[in-house]
């Protein structure tokens, strides 16, 4: 006899998603046919005669970090184009789901700084796969003088820090990573709880980067909720995206 399962709970049964929560989110994110019928349902009772399709598409982005997934979402609704000469700097690469994706997105090369050890190996593994990829483990604002000497087109910046440290820093790091030959994009999240205080920091900072950083062609900011929050909103986790 089967025993009685729902399809969140099949699905990590089967071993294609690690965790119910993440089940949860796939199939609201429409990536179950059953029967040939689009399921939402993630308490939907499996049947042993059903026929479960998945969508391979929506399910790769819940095997990846959930930085790929975020990024995923930002991306889509800012639309921000990636181009192949685009020379990329991740700050704050975490477990690399923001250097995967940007990785599949055709660009000449990335290079990624995260300050904790404890990544170092998820990053080794997207180094031995993506050859246009390099990582530094240390501090961004602390950089030896080697790694200040190269220079981006695109920055994405994702740092589980003060929000008004970051932006009273931003300046500096911009100019030691941007060119002035090229202009230069930037995406960078801040993580304040307040949607309101979000509006008054970012209001107050815009003018000023963009006056202080030659050749910044964009600069998009996006307030999301603290990183202890973010797994538990996925859907949720933002309030708005706000482009100068």
């Known amino acids: 006899m089967m025993k009685i399962m729902r399809l969140d709970e099949w699905l990590v049964n089967k071993g294609f998603i690690s965790s119910r ?6 199939i609201r994110n ?3 046919r059953v029967n040939t019928k689009q399921c ?3 308490a939907y009772i499996v049947k042993k005669t059903d026929d479960i399709i998945l969508d391979k598409s929506i399910l790769i982005k819940f095997t990846n970090p959930l930085g790929y997934q975020k990024l ?3 991306v889509n609704q800012a639309e921000i184009p990636f181009y192949p000469n685009d020379q990329v700097l991740d700050i704050g690469a975490s477990a690399g789901g923001f250097c995967k994706y940007i990785l599949e997105q055709n660009i000449e090369s990335l290079f990624a700084i995260e300050i904790s050890p404890q990544f170092k190996p998820f990053l080794y593994l997207l180094k031995d ?7 530094h483990i240390g501090n961004v604002f602390t950089l030896p003088t080697p790694l200040t000497e190269k220079r981006f087109n695109l920055v994405t910046i994702d740092l589980t820090i003060d929000p ?3 932006l009273d820093n931003i300046i500096n790091l911009l100019l030691l990573v941007t060119s002035n030959e090229h202009p230069a994009r930037v995406l960078c999240i801040i993580k ?17 980067i963009k006056n202080s950083v030659p050749n910044l062609q964009k600069l998009i900011f996006l307030d999301s909720l603290p990183e ?8 949720e986790f933002w309030s708005q995206i706000r482009e100068s």
């Open 192 to 208: 304040i709880e307040n949607p309101d205080d979000a509006d008054i920091i970012i209001q107050k900072y815009t003018s000023h």
């Open 129 to 135: 796969e993506y050859p246009n990829f390099s990582y």
């Open 72 to 74: 995923d979402l930002f």
């Open 40 to 42: 939402m349902k993630p």
């Open 21 to 26: 929560s993440k089940a949860n989110r796939f």
């Open 164 to 166: 008004i440290f970051l």
């Open 30 to 32: 429409k990536g179950v």
């Open 228 to 235: 202890k929050n973010e797994k538990a909103m996925y859907v």
